[in-house]
């Protein structure tokens, strides 16, 4: 007997039929002997409908009221659910974020979780229920009702797991698992069977869209083996442990690509201390997150050139930010682009390899695609290019890699001349 934490996106819930296909396969886990914990988001397009409904009222709406309407799409889902449970004939109630209580910081609209209480949990699986817990929010200390924001629902269902010590934490998703690359660009993508937790962390924070950042943070921290599946196959999907020796000898997992960011170049600044604090602190204070930063070598006139990257939603912003920095440092000028994107490759066993960002610029200059921006990591090579070229360079490495042979060694071909 396993204790079972199963969380499932809106697309899984989605409508009144969606919901008891899933009350009948949460049911054959029971009828095991498992104890199930399931956590569900709210039905696909409900969110966003109530946003729509926020926006009606204010411009910019509240935080802590869009939390206290937000919430509600997840309390439909968890109410019904439990019906369809107890339709079928077993014991089921549903819990709020307040309920269970997920304790978080008080931050509205994008919560951190500081601790779980689990004991009405236990309470009721050992007599015999299956727990239903809303995800996406928790409650402050002073009893306000927040929200994890995006992918809090992964974020809940792994923190949920880890303060249970559960024996495995199962996202059900519309896709079957974690894939080499965007099966939508690439026909060859391949489904991964194991990929350890620090290169699904890289893969999530670069642009794949499977699983929330956080929640691999948690599964990571708290060694939780994640299972990543579909809820309309039975098929095994993906799963996310702790790095092992056959990871190691694959060179490269995945390709992944985020079009969501923007490029942004303060030139002729002034080669000084305490300038670059002047140009990022603006930025910093508006809540803008900075990812890339290159600062150019000094010209010889005391002058040099700084480049970073930003969400492409803060673009606008950033840049009427650093008209004044610019002026205040006495700069030339700033320019910038928000058609790229940053592309990347990732794999644990580059840690032992060498060439490998040798051949990914081999491979980008033979497609005649340039490189504006280079940022590395152990595990990890991501290069800014135009973003016309996405598709392109993504199949491109992709090919060079051979991603689609499943745990391919790197004695299978030579990294600057891959075999096909």
Not at 91 to 120: M, P, Y
Not at 245 to 259: C, F, H, L, Q, R
């Amino acid at each position: 007997m396993a204790i079972i934490v199963q969380k499932f996106g809106g697309t899984s819930v989605g409508s009144p039929q969606k919901i008891k296909a899933v009350a009948d396969r949460v049911l054959r886990y029971k009828n095991e002997g498992h104890k199930v914990v399931v956590v569900l988001s709210a039905m696909s397009g409900e969110t966003n409908r109530l946003t729509d409904l926020a926006f009606q009222m204010q411009a910019r709406p509240d935080t802590r009221e869009m939390d206290m309407l937000l919430s509600t799409g997840e309390q439909v889902t968890v109410a019904l659910f439990s019906m369809a449970i107890k339709e079928a004939g077993h014991n089921a109630i549903s819990f709020l974020g307040d309920q269970v209580k997920i304790l978080t910081d008080s931050t509205h609209t994008k919560a951190r979780i500081q601790s779980i209480d689990t004991e009405k949990i236990f309470k009721y699986l050992d007599e015999g229920c299956v727990v239903t817990v809303a995800g996406f929010q928790g409650v402050d200390g002073v009893g306000d009702i927040t929200t994890l924001g995006r992918g809090g629902s992964d974020t809940t269902a792994v923190a949920l797991a880890a303060a249970m010590k559960a024996d495995v934490c199962e996202i059900f998703t519309d896709v079957e698992g974690v894939y080499t690359t965007d099966p939508n660009i690439c026909a060859k993508a391949r489904k991964i069977d194991r990929i350890s937790y620090d290169e699904m962390l890289e893969l999530a924070s670069l642009g794949a869209k499977v699983l929330d950042i956080r929640s691999v943070a948690f599964a990571k921290r708290y060694n939780v083996p994640l299972h990543v599946r579909s809820t309309f196959t039975e098929t095994e999907g993906t799963w996310v442990v702790e790095e092992d020796k056959i990871m190691e000898d694959v060179i490269v997992s995945g390709v992944t690509y985020n079009k969501n960011e923007a490029r942004v170049t303060i030139c002729g600044v002034p080669d000084q201390p305490g300038i670059a604090a002047k140009i990022f602190s603006p930025i910093s204070d508006a809540d803008i997150n900075v990812d890339m930063i290159i600062q150019n070598q000094d010209t010889g006139a005391g002058l040099t050139d700084m480049t970073f990257t930003v969400m492409r939603i803060d673009y606008v912003r950033t840049m009427e930010l650093l008209k004044g920095v610019a002026k205040e440092i006495g700069a030339k000028g700033i320019y910038g682009s928000d058609s790229i994107t940053k592309i990347s490759i990732v794999g644990v066993g580059m840690r032992n390899h060498s060439g490998i960002a040798t051949t990914m610029f081999n491979v980008l200059a033979n497609e005649g695609i340039n490189i504006s921006m280079i940022s590395t990591s152990e595990i990890k090579i991501s290069c800014v290019i135009a973003e016309k070229y996405t598709e392109l360079a993504v199949r491109a490495l992709h090919d060079a890699f051979v991603l689609e042979k499943p745990d391919l060694p790197s004695e299978a071909y030579e990294l600057d001349n891959p075999k096909k």
